[in-house]
């Protein structure tokens, strides 16, 4: 729907729509937004929004009144971030009240007219003055909708239903009154075709049927949907709604709205944290499954981030605001999620393009089968019969379903598992994705240098060469010595006269030892840490040497590890077809010991942000349908070039802004999950594309033979919307498992 090159000179409105029932509604809001200047809009059937893009000078309420003078409700959404009104209460739910009262007077008409042993003396006429309850209040939403749609010269689900109602009614009020059928002893067979045997016969149960069915459907229709948009109702409702202030040693309790950065509040076991921030005291587990999906509790302790939403299972927590309001991760991750279910895929604005034409071809195809039967020398009432079967059956509710509802269940899974898409054009691109390119630093591995072999000589134990060269390197500030320290323990001895050479390494005393740690150039070692130091260099890893009292006493290298779910989720990408490409800005050596160890055989090292950008141009000119996946600033280019960029949830915002997918959990294995996730919707989507341009195809030619009563067509197409909308739901429960295999903690 978007231009990228106007788009940004364009305002976006979110309008709530009401009144729209079937795929012909939708294209009748676009068609009339589409006709004020300048103005593209999309909507949606399953969220019941529109989302509009227009210029600055054409105002809000320009767009309300477009939408009012196509015959439907509209209502700016002040909050584009809100759970849509179809996930929650819809303007189309069915009061269910109502539906009780219309099947206690239905019911006993259907029965009576389809089972003749039923039919005592006068039948029909008790049946007549339930049928007219029914036809009249209990039809009246489709008769307002019909009219309001004749008015504005267009046709909807809601014309169809009522014109075979209205049809059904008035030739069994003719017949009662003038064709015979009021005869006290009059007794009519029930046929599942439109012959009526050629005796006198009414369609009361047609007329109650048809209606009663539709809002049937409706109903069940509406409850599903309230399930398939349940996910994005729980993040909407996640975030806490009071938050314990600590001011000057005072605690308060305030409004959530009421908090600033930089203010301090208290969050206490089995509380949520109330927004984005750093914790300043305590230490405690947190339970981010709805935010990450990740099942194991998160510990933190001073100094590190919180999430606002997440659960506290532990401690209490002293957490410092850094965001609030729209700026924290919960809300950014429940605007994404909005956005994508805003959004069109491919097949529904062709679903929505053909149900665009198709309720007018039906009304012209109903007059021609009226025409046909009557000029074959069919009764009267068998005509009409077929003409109002072709009515009810024809409506295109399961086409305009079909995709918005399965885009809504897939978006809302993913939010739970992790894997937040911008729109449904997102899951399209990554079922055609068949090359995948891997940055290696913060990608597949951790970002982090860490101790990762060490050897001693001269007779020294490695463990006390590790605890002295971690107690001098205590006091540096390189990430090399960070990493070495970390490996040496917690309970390190005080060093003194430290001293940093920059380029060189650091030395101090410690326990009387004079301790060095130093690059290795010049410095004569003994044969077993020549060997360790040429494995260190053939792997690509960093090493350094550490002296004691001026004797070399042992190697100790340090490097970057993988990330633990690294090999499995490259391992599982080939086996689901797709080719991984490792391109990476680090030198051959490191890039080549990653890659070895992952199998993945085509490496690109040494690559700046430009030149990631030209290998993506250069497999996409090689035919190839390339994602990237990375977290820095230094892959935003290459992310954006791509067919689609994945940016993993730990990253930069520079590579966040340029995806199109974002995994949520920081881990490289939750892309498998995105990769099944989007086969399995569009296999979803193909299958409700399928059956809802099927089912018209089949029971719509039946219907113009006379092989399909009214009654029947109305329970036909009233189950097709359901069946629809309840296949879609099955992805809310979708696991990421594969066939024969057990359930892994990452969903392998």
């Keep these: 729907m978007d231009d ?10 979110d309008l709530a729509v009401g009144g729209m029932t079937c795929a012909a509604c939708v294209a009748r809001v676009e068609k009339k937004l589409a006709r004020l200047g300048g103005v593209r809009a999309g909507v949606n059937l399953a969220t019941g929004r529109a989302r509009v893009l227009h210029p600055a000078d054409v105002p809000v309420s320009e767009l309300v009144a477009a939408v009012e003078g196509a015959g439907f409700t509209a209502e700016p959404v002040a909050d584009r971030a809100s759970a849509p009104a179809a996930t929650g209460e819809a303007d189309n739910d069915v009061d269910p009240l109502l539906l009780l009262l219309l099947a206690l007077f239905a ?3 259907i029965a009576v007219s389809m089972v003749p042993v039923l039919q005592f003396r006068g039948w029909q006429w008790g049946c007549f ?3 007219g309850y029914v036809v009249t209040l209990g039809s009246a939403t489709f008769h307002q909708r019909a009219w309001r749609s004749l008015r504005h010269a267009t046709a909807t689900m809601d014309t169809l239903v009522s014109l075979g109602v209205l049809a059904s009614f008035g030739w069994s009020a003719y017949a009662l009154l003038f064709g015979g059928a009021g005869a006290p002893g009059m007794r009519m067979p029930f046929s599942l075709t439109a012959d009526t045997g050629g005796g006198a016969h009414i369609y009361l149960e047609a007329a109650v049927g048809v209606p009663l069915f539709v809002l049937c459907g409706r109903f069940l229709e509406s409850r599903v949907r309230v399930r398939t948009g349940s996910a994005l ?3 909407a409702e996640l975030g806490a709604k009071e938050v314990c202030l600590r001011e000057d040693g005072v605690e308060r309790l305030v409004p959530i709205e009421q908090l600033l ?5 208290v969050v206490r076991p089995g509380e949520k944290v109330a927004t984005d921030g750093v914790v300043v005291d305590g230490g405690s587990a947190l339970d981010v499954s709805l935010l990450t999906g990740e099942s194991v509790p998160v510990e933190v302790g001073p100094g590190e981030r919180v999430t606002g939403g997440t659960l506290n299972v532990g401690g209490t927590l002293l957490v410092r605001a850094t965001e609030v309001g729209a700026d924290t991760q919960l809300a950014r991750i429940t605007a994404l999620v909005t956005e994508a279910q805003a959004g069109k895929a491919r097949a529904q604005r062709l679903a929505d393009t053909v149900a665009g034409v198709f309720v007018p071809v039906v009304l012209g195809l109903a007059v021609c089968v009226l025409g046909f039967w009557l000029g074959r020398g069919a009764g009267s009432a068998q005509a009409l019969t077929a003409a109002v079967a072709v009515l009810v059956v024809a409506c295109p509710c399961a086409l305009g379903l079909a995709t918005p509802t399965a885009l809504l269940a897939a978006t809302g899974r993913g939010a739970e598992l992790g894997v937040l898409v911008r729109g449904p054009e997102v899951l399209e691109s990554l079922r055609r994705i068949d090359t995948v390119v891997l940055d290696k630093t913060g990608t597949l591995t951790a970002g982090r240098m860490t101790l990762v072999a060490s050897t001693a000589a001269g007779g020294f134990e490695i463990g006390e060469v590790l605890r002295l060269a971690g107690a001098v390197e205590q006091r540096s500030e390189h990430p090399i010595g960070r ?14 006269g430290f001293r940093a050479v920059p380029g060189f390494g650091v030395e101090g005393t410690v326990e009387g030892v004079r301790v060095r740690v130093v690059r290795p150039d010049g410095i004569d070692l003994p044969p077993e840490l020549r060997a360790a130091l040429a494995r260190a260099e053939a792997a690509g890893r960093t090493a350094v040497v550490a002296e004691l009292d001026g004797r070399a006493a042992g190697v100790l290298v340090v490097g970057d590890t993988l990330r633990p779910g690294s090999y499995r989720a490259v391992h599982r990408l080939r086996g689901m077809g797709l080719e991984t490409v490792l391109a990476t800005g680090d030198q051959l050596g490191a890039a080549r010991a990653v890659a070895e160890e992952l ?26 349908s390339v994602a990237v996946v990375g977290d820095g600033v230094n892959d935003a280019v290459a992310l954006a070039s791509a067919d689609l960029g994945i940016a993993l949830g730990s990253g930069t915002d520079a590579a966040i802004g340029a995806a199109g997918l974002t995994l949520v959990r920081g881990d490289i294995e939750s892309l498998v999950i995105a990769v099944r996730l989007a086969r399995r919707t569009l296999a979803t989507i193909r299958a409700n594309l399928v059956w809802a341009f099927g089912y018209n ?5 039946l219907a113009a033979a006379g092989l399909l009563n009214p009654m029947l067509a109305a329970l036909a197409m009233s189950a097709s919307s359901v069946l629809v909308v309840a296949n879609s739901l099955r992805l809310r429960t979708w696991q990421p498992v594969r066939r024969g295999q057990g359930r892994s903690r990452l969903g392998g």
């Design 4 to 13: 990228p090159d106007d788009t940004d000179r364009l305002l976006t409105t």
């Design 107 to 109: 019911v006993p008409v």
């Design 129 to 131: 003055a339930l049928a």
């Design 233 to 235: 109702r729980a993040l």
């Design 261 to 265: 950065p930089g203010q301090e509040f």
């Design 483 to 496: 990493a070495l320290t970390a490996a040496a323990g917690a309970s390190l001895p005080a060093v003194t």
């Design 599 to 624: 199998g993945i055989s085509e490496v690109h090292a040494g690559a700046s942000p430009e030149r990631k950008a030209e290998l993506v141009a250069q497999l996409r000119a090689a035919g190839r």
């Design 697 to 701: 195809a089949v029971l719509i030619p």
